[in-house]
């Protein structure tokens, strides 16, 4: 069978699902960002753009070089189309306005640029994550600022989701709404080809990923989850599990994505008013949306994650995704406690 590229995917969404052809140009340019940010990150020591800024983002987080370069591949490279009202990122403290002088577009853009960027320094898988929302109505004034508030969707509102993962392969893993297709970046010609036309999450798994040093700061609930995940056959799960963790969301959801598991973040007891660690916009949502196009399930813990109506740009929430089997049962011992 011939290959097929990006663009005919795209092109054949049109025909089949009408993918509106702006919304087309957008994924395109930003799966030619990711192309640009692939090659920074291969570069590693020998592109200098390795070690910290010194400087942090809206997190607080230490912003690394590639942090704050990969944000710009993606601004620059989505600010002129006229596909787009806005756009908004980990790395900004504000919703980010188009330059006046190009035409704004019917889209609103939230990506993590560079997802685990922790792990740069240490050569391990790392990704960029991004979230399709439509612009509401009046959001798409020429001439008004745009404000947070146009972006505050619930995550069933996104249109298309999708992250870049760069790792032996890099990878883009997208959903329109119409199942998750993997196309893996063929470098010597530049092109995205589609190597994983139907991808499933399996309904059960035997394992897990979460940071267990973190254990002491957790409620009940995953207290009582993780403790019998751990008991393995012996326990009331009946069944020995492995664990994984490596520190990268991309990574870890696309391991789920490719054999199964479950992936938690839960709320913990160190900062109250933090929900957990990652971020719903640019994080939650658009993963939650691939693993529930790929039939798994997305909770915060006591419901589902797509139907969080947000508050704030940045506002964090516990995640338990992946196999269904497992955040329903994690989830339902939140419900009884
Ligand atoms: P911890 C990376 O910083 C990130 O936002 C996710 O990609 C990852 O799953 C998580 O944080 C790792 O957090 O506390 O284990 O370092």
């Known amino acids: 069978m011939s290959r097929v590229s990006l663009s005919r995917y795209l092109i054949e969404q049109t025909r089949s699902h009408n993918t509106p052809a702006d919304l087309r140009f957008l994924i395109e340019v930003v799966a030619r960002a990711c192309k640009e940010i692939s090659h ?34 993606l601004l620059e490279a989505n600010e002129w189309g006229g ?5 908004a990122s980990e790395e900004m403290d504000n919703a980010y306005q188009i ?36 612009c509401p109505g009046e959001c798409f004034s020429q001439n008004e600022p745009l404000g947070e508030e146009a972006f505050l969707q619930p995550g069933t509102k996104q249109v298309a989701a999708g992250y870049a993962i760069y790792g032996p392969q890099t990878m883009l893993i997208l959903t329109l709404g119409d199942g998750v297709k993997g196309f893996t970046l063929d470098r010597e010609m530049g092109s995205w080809v589609l190597t994983h036309d139907d991808i499933r999450v399996p309904e059960s798994t035997a394992e897990f990923a979460i940071n267990m040093s973190n ?78 196009q790929a039939g798994g ?24 995704l992946g196999s269904k089997e497992e955040v329903e049962r994690v989830t339902g011992y939140h419900h009884q406690a």
């Open 83 to 87: 596909t787009l009202a806005g756009m």
């Open 40 to 73: 920074a990150v291969s570069k590693g020591a020998l592109g200098g753009v390795l070690g910290s800024m010194g400087t942090e983002n809206v997190q607080g987080e230490v912003q690394k070089k590639l942090d704050v370069l990969s944000n710009e591949i």
């Open 297 to 320: 399930a997305s909770t915060d813990g006591h419901q589902r994650i797509l139907d969080i109506q947000p508050t704030s740009l940045h506002q964090r929430v516990a995640v338990y």
């Open 215 to 292: 254990q002491r700061h957790w409620e009940a609930p995953v207290q009582r989850y993780v403790n019998e995940l751990l008991e393995g056959k012996a326990g009331p799960l009946g069944k020995d599990y492995n664990m994984r963790w490596i520190a990268s969301m991309v990574a870890d959801v696309h391991r789920i994505l490719t054999r199964g598991g479950l992936f938690m973040y839960p709320r913990d007891s160190r900062d109250p008013s933090k929900p957990g660690k990652l971020r719903l916009m640019y994080e939650a949502n658009p993963m939650s949306m691939l693993i529930e």
């Open 99 to 134: 330059p006046g002088q190009y035409p704004k577009g019917a889209y609103l853009l939230t990506f993590d640029p560079l997802d685990g960027s922790s792990n740069i320094d240490v050569n391990v898988s790392v990704g960029t994550i991004f979230s399709v929302l439509r």
